[in-house]
């Protein structure tokens, strides 16, 4: 049973029945509670502190900035929808920091802070100091590693010149960007990422993404060359990439679908963080033009 405190309250129907009456604020405040016990934001705080406030406006709490690209990202939120929703919502102003009686940052504040994580490369930083306390807390499970790419449309096709077009079998031409990943092999964690236009082979980021001593490292069959082996190897991980052909008749091939087959049932996992980019977080295309604002999307979207 939930009580009132846990999240929802009990109202009795006419029938002796009793219903739960969710209450989606309480249930927001008590995730959001739990994200902020998770990490030492102290040491994120030190370390992505900056100041982007122009002469005669107030200066915003880095770490509370952070804290709401994060809010935005979860909830898919353009800068003003932010704005608003942090001077509404009081989980998300209790979230990053903010008293119920104090001014919340405008959206200029959003941008601002955008262009300086970009200008001192602090997203890096920021997406491996939130690893590496995930690491030091045991959430990894190093069994494995899942590794992949995903095309994300250009904000715009006239005016980002930083975006490139690449085909699709399957698919008609994206005009964007490439998102490249590393997991573990449960897929909850993102261990390493890099962006860059959507030309980018899928396998020419592997050396940048992929963790020393990954373990069985499973791709589809854009990471089955030479090269992308000799990386996995030099990483100390055993190579597990999808098979595209074989020499050998009739039992070779039934060898080659069963290994495919065992492959494609692990690597699929990855898929879930693509989903959950695209699906929740609205990442089927990127909301800010160029290849530095594409980075910074997409490492929002692996913290998040």
């Given at each position: 049973?939930?009580?009132?405190?846990?999240?929802?309250?009990?109202?009795?129907?006419?029938?002796?029945?009793?219903?739960?009456?969710?209450?989606?604020?309480?249930?927001?405040?008590?995730?959001?509670?739990?994200?902020?016990?998770?990490?030492?934001?102290?040491?994120?705080?030190?370390?992505?502190?900056?100041?982007?406030?122009?002469?005669?406006?107030?200066?915003?709490?880095?770490?509370?900035?952070?804290?709401a690209l994060l809010l935005a990202t979860w909830h898919d939120l353009s800068d003003v929808r932010l704005a608003k929703a942090l001077e509404a919502?009081?989980?998300?102003?209790?979230?990053?920091?903010?008293?119920?009686?104090?001014?919340?940052?405008?959206?200029?504040?959003?941008?601002?802070?955008?262009?300086?994580l970009i200008r001192r490369g602090l997203d890096r930083v920021l997406f491996e100091a939130v690893t590496r306390q995930l690491e030091a807390k045991g959430i990894v499970v190093r069994t494995g590693a899942l590794v992949d790419a995903t095309l994300i449309q250009s904000a715009s096709i006239r005016h980002d010149g930083d975006a490139r077009w690449a085909g699709h079998r399957r698919r008609k031409p994206t005009h964007g960007y490439k998102a490249h990943i590393a997991t573990e092999e449960a897929a909850g964690l993102v261990r390493g990422v890099e962006a860059t236009t959507a030309n980018v082979h899928d396998a020419a980021e592997l050396v940048a993404v992929l963790p020393d001593a990954p373990g069985q490292v499973y791709a589809d069959s854009a990471f089955g060359g030479r090269n992308a082996e000799d990386v996995v190897r030099a990483r100390g991980g055993n190579p597990?990439?999808?098979?595209?052909?074989?020499?050998?008749?009739?039992?070779?091939?039934?060898?080659?679908?069963?290994?495919?087959?065992?492959?494609?049932?692990?690597?699929?996992?990855?898929?879930?963080?693509?989903?959950?980019?695209?699906?929740?977080?609205?990442?089927?295309?990127?909301?800010?033009?160029?290849?530095?604002?594409?980075?910074?999307?997409?490492?929002?979207?692996?913290?998040?």
């Open positions: 049973m939930m009580s009132s405190a846990g999240g929802g309250r009990w109202r009795g129907a006419g029938s002796g029945r009793r219903d739960l009456i969710a209450r989606p604020e309480l249930r927001a405040a008590s995730s959001l509670g739990e994200i902020a016990a998770l990490l030492d934001w102290a040491a994120i705080d030190h370390l992505v502190e900056v100041s982007a406030a122009p002469k005669g406006e107030p200066g915003w709490p880095s770490l509370a900035l952070s804290r919502r009081a989980s998300f102003r209790r979230f990053c920091g903010f008293a119920a009686h104090e001014a919340t940052p405008e959206r200029t504040a959003f941008v601002r802070f955008r262009c300086e597990c990439a999808v098979g595209t052909g074989v020499w050998g008749g009739p039992e070779a091939l039934a060898r080659l679908h069963a290994h495919n087959a065992a492959v494609r049932r692990i690597r699929c996992q990855i898929e879930k963080v693509f989903g959950t980019w695209k699906r929740s977080y609205g990442l089927r295309r990127m909301r800010w033009l160029g290849l530095a604002k594409a980075g910074l999307q997409v490492r929002l979207g692996v913290i998040a």
